[in-house]
């Protein structure tokens, strides 16, 4: 009998984090009595908004990129994102002396689409209802002999990813559950492949949108499912399917998908900053807002959530608290 190997195992994350060392930012874990309190359990806060670039994207770009060739960063690299993995790859890029060239959707925030400019790289739009983003970078890296990083589909950046749970796990010792947004499933890959590799009995549970909950029917079909795609405020989670490398590994290692609404979200994200004083993105609040909102049953006592962005300038901000998109 044979098995096939997995894309990413908790060896990779431990590379992964030696070559982030003293590069990423080794983020803070925030607890919060009231949250404790709301919750029944204690919860610990894996805050990857203060990572560089504001997000946990970088963790996954950089290490990937850094283990591009020398020919390959002289000739440039590619990516396609709707902004944080853009502006990660864009910042790896230049951390490694080399350039970037991004595929974002004409809608990204205006914020992540300038800090992406900030760091150096070159953006090219498009339409993310009718247009395919992976075709066009594919099409475009090919054009110009690129190096393309993808947001979520590859071995080392799911590794990279990873990384942040790992990082929680060695600060807080063995969790009983953890939870971290799912989008493409980069970030739920390698979170999962390090905490089940660390504590297997960790039960691991992602949460997505509502109205994008492409991973939770992709599980329970047992096969990669298609939905139309989304119109939510989290526009980092606003995929039609999960991934393929990223679903081989969450079918095996998440227990459940739970969800949670854009009114919610909102909610989570004025409770972030109203009593834990931190600003969180719409995709990085979702696991905060499943949380509050008491959407999961038989909670263990103690639980780790990744707080996995908080890229949103100042007028969304505002908007989004106060109820709009």
């Known amino acids: 009998m044979t098995t096939s190997t997995p894309p990413v195992t908790l060896d990779d994350v431990r590379e992964a984090a030696a070559r982030l060392k003293g590069v990423a930012h080794r983020t803070p874990v925030l607890r919060s009595r009231t949250l404790d309190a709301l919750v029944g359990a204690e919860v610990f806060l894996k805050c990857e908004n203060f990572q560089r670039v504001g997000a946990f994207k970088f963790r996954g770009a950089y ?126 890959a390698g979170s999962a492949t390090a905490a089940k590799g660390l504590h297997p ?17 992709s599980l329970a079909a047992g096969r990669r ?23 081989s590994v969450n079918r095996r290692l998440v227990d459940e998908i739970a969800l949670a609404s854009d009114d919610e979200i909102r909610a989570a994200m004025r409770f972030a900053f109203e009593r834990l004083k931190i600003v969180v993105e719409p995709s990085g609040a979702s696991p905060l807002a499943a949380l509050l909102s008491g959407r999961m049953s038989g909670l263990p006592d103690r639980i780790g959530v990744i707080v996995s962005g908080g890229n949103v300038d100042a007028d969304r901000f505002a908007r989004l608290c106060a109820g709009g998109d």
Do not use: W
Request: hydrophobic fraction near 40%; aromatic fraction near 4%; proline fraction near 7%.
């Open 201 to 217: 009995g960790i039960r691991m549970i992602g949460v997505e949108p509502e109205a994008g909950d492409d991973t939770k029917r």
């Open 63 to 188: 290490n990937a990129a850094s283990r591009l060739t020398p020919d390959q960063l002289a000739r440039g690299i590619a990516a396609y994102s709707s902004g944080n993995h853009a502006q990660a790859v864009a910042l790896a890029a230049r951390e490694l002396g080399t350039s970037a060239v991004i595929v974002m959707p004409e809608d990204a925030p205006r914020s992540k689409r300038a800090a992406t400019e900030g760091y150096g790289a070159e953006i090219v739009t498009y339409d993310r209802y009718t247009g395919d983003r992976e075709a066009i970078a594919e099409a475009l890296a090919a054009e110009r002999g690129l190096a393309l990083i993808p947001p979520y589909e590859h071995p080392h950046v799911m590794a990279g990813q990873g990384t942040a749970a790992l990082e929680l796990l060695e600060e807080t010792g063995e969790l009983g559950a953890l939870l971290a947004p799912v989008g493409g499933g980069g970030l739920m």
């Open 225 to 247: 499912i298609s939905i139309p795609v989304p119109k939510t405020i989290a526009d980092g989670q606003a995929l039609h399917t999960p991934g393929e490398l990223t679903f």
